[in-house]
C-alpha cells in the first residue's frame, strides 16, 4: 500500500523532467521544486544542465552582485582574469591574485569553475605574437598549459582550450571558412589545437577540455567547419570532451534560430562529445525587439534542454547594466542598448528569465 502512494506521489514528478542518457552528464534530478524552480540552478538541474555566469574580480565587492550570482548559478567562468593576458603578462611572469580570488570565490558557494581559456589570438601579450620560432612558440604553449593547469589543479572542472580558431568572411559565419592566421596557426600549422588539447590533458586527466567559438549555432559556413574539424579530430583520437558554442546572438553574430542550434548540437552529440552554451546573450541591437529576444531565450534554452548532450549553459553577464556589450567596440551598438540579458540594471529578472525557466520547465510561452 505505501509503494502505491509513493510511486503515485512521484509520477507527476518523473513526467516533468526529460531524461539525459549520456554518461558523462549529471543525471536530473526529480523533484517537488522541478514543477516550480525557485532559481535558475534548481530549474537546470531537473534537466542535467549546470547554469552558469561570468566574474570580473572587481565584482566580488559588489554584494548585491554576488549574492545574486550565487544563488542563480552553479557553474561560473572568469570574465577575464584566466585570459593569458592576466596569468602570463609577461614571458615567466604568472599573476594568479585576481583569477584565485574568483575561483576562491566560486569554492565557497559550491560553484564549478571553468577556465577560460588557454590559447586565443585576442587578449594575448605582445610578447607572444613577437615570436617567430616555431620551436620556441611550441615550448611557450606548453609551459603556459603546464603552469596555469597545474595552478589550478583540483579546482577547475573544465578549461576552454582553444578558443576561436576558425575565421569566416563575415562575423556571422559565412564565406570562405578557415583557420585563422594567429601566431599559433602561422607558426605551428593547423596541427596546433591538437597539440593544445594533448598538452592540457597531458596535465589532468580528469577535467573537461573544450573547443569554443561564436557563430557556430546557426546554418551557415563556420558551423559546416567546426563540424568537419571536430570530425577530424574525433577520428585521430585528440582528447576532446567538447565544444562551447557562445551564443553571443544578434550584431556582429549570427541569428541562430532554435531548430538550427538543435541540429549543430545533434551532429556534434553523434560525434559522441558533449555541448555547451558557454557566453550566451542576445542583444537587442539593429532595431530587434524584446518579444523577439524573450522567445529566442526560449528556443535555446529548450535545445539544450532536449538535448541529452547540452550539459551546461552559462550567460554572458548577470545584469544588464554589466554586459561586455556596453563598451565592446565591435558590438555594432554604439547608439543602442544592448539589454541582452537576464537581470535589469537594478538585479531584476526580466522576461527573458521567466523564458529561460519555461524552457526548462516545459512550459509554453
Ligand atoms: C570579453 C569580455 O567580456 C570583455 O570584458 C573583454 O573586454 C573582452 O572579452 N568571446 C570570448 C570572451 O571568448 O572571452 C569575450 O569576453 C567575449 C567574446
Known amino acids: 500500500m505505501k509503494q502505491y502512494v509513493l510511486i503515485a506521489a512521484l509520477l507527476p514528478l ?69 585570459k593569458w593576458m592576466h596569468l602570463q603578462p609577461e614571458r615567466g611572469v604568472f ?14 558557494n559550491k560553484i564549478k569553475v571553468k577556465g577560460h581559456c588557454l590559447v586565443w589570438h585576442s587578449q594575448l601579450p605582445q610578447w607572444v605574437d613577437d615570436i617567430t620560432d616555431p620551436d620556441e612558440l611550441k615550448t611557450v604553449m606548453e609551459t603556459h598549459i603546464a603552469q596555469v593547469m597545474g595552478h589550478f589543479k583540483g579546482r577547475m572542472y573544465a578549461w576552454d582550450v582553444v578558443n576561436e580558431a576558425i575565421k569566416t568572411d563575415t562575423d556571422v559565419g559565412d564565406g570562405n571558412p578557415r583557420m585563422r592566421k594567429t601566431v599559433f ?15 592540457a590533458r597531458k596535465q589532468d586527466p580528469d577535467v573537461k577540455l573544450y573547443y569554443n567559438d561564436y557563430s557556430i549555432d546557426a546554418d551557415n559556413d563556420k558551423a559546416d567547419y567546426l563540424y568537419e574539424m571536430l570530425k577530424g579530430m574525433v577520428q585521430r583520437g585528440v582528447p576532446i570532451d567538447g565544444v562551447g558554442f ?4 544578434g ?3 549570427n ?25 550566451m546573450d542576445i542583444n537587442l541591437c539593429g532595431g530587434r525587439n524584446e518579444a523577439w529576444q524573450q522567445a529566442l531565450y526560449h528556443d535555446i534554452t529548450l535545445a539544450c534542454a532536449e538535448q541529452p548532450a547540452c550539459s551546461a549553459i552559462t550567460f554572458w553577464g548577470l545584469n544588464d547594466g554589466s554586459s561586455w556589450l556596453n563598451s565592446w567596440e565591435g558590438a555594432g551598438c554604439k547608439t543602442e542598448k544592448p539589454m541582452p540579458l537576464l537581470f535589469d540594471n537594478k538585479y531584476q529578472k526580466k522576461q527573458t528569465y521567466e523564458e529561460v525557466i519555461n524552457a526548462l520547465t516545459g512550459r509554453e510561452l
Not at 531537473?46 to 549574492?67: P, S, W, Y
Not at 599573476?95 to 565557497?108: P, R, S
Not at 602561422?186 to 597539440?195: K, Q, V
Open 255 to 279: 541569428v541562430a534560430t532554435g531548430a538550427e542550434v538543435a541540429k549543430n548540437m545533434q551532429r556534434i552529440a553523434d560525434l559522441g562529445l558533449e555541448i555547451i552554451i558557454s557566453e
Open 14 to 82: 518523473l513526467a516533468c523532467s526529460t531524461a539525459k542518457t549520456n554518461p558523462n552528464i549529471a543525471e536530473p534530478t526529480t523533484s517537488n521544486s522541478c514543477q516550480t524552480p525557485s532559481t535558475l540552478k534548481v530549474a537546470g538541474e531537473c534537466k542535467g544542465i549546470m547554469m552558469g555566469n561570468v566574474l570580473r574580480q572587481q565584482q566580488i565587492a559588489n554584494v548585491e552582485h554576488v549574492t545574486l550570482l550565487a544563488e542563480e548559478f552553479n557553474y561560473l567562468t572568469p570574465e577575464n582574469a584566466t
Open 246 to 249: 557562445q551564443m553571443h546572438i
Open 185 to 199: 596557426q602561422r607558426l605551428l600549422g593547423d596541427e596546433y589545437i591538437d597539440m593544445a588539447f594533448k598538452m
Open 95 to 108: 599573476d594568479y591574485g585576481k583569477a584565485d580570488e574568483i575561483v576562491n570565490f566560486a569554492q565557497k
Open 251 to 253: 550584431t556582429p553574430n
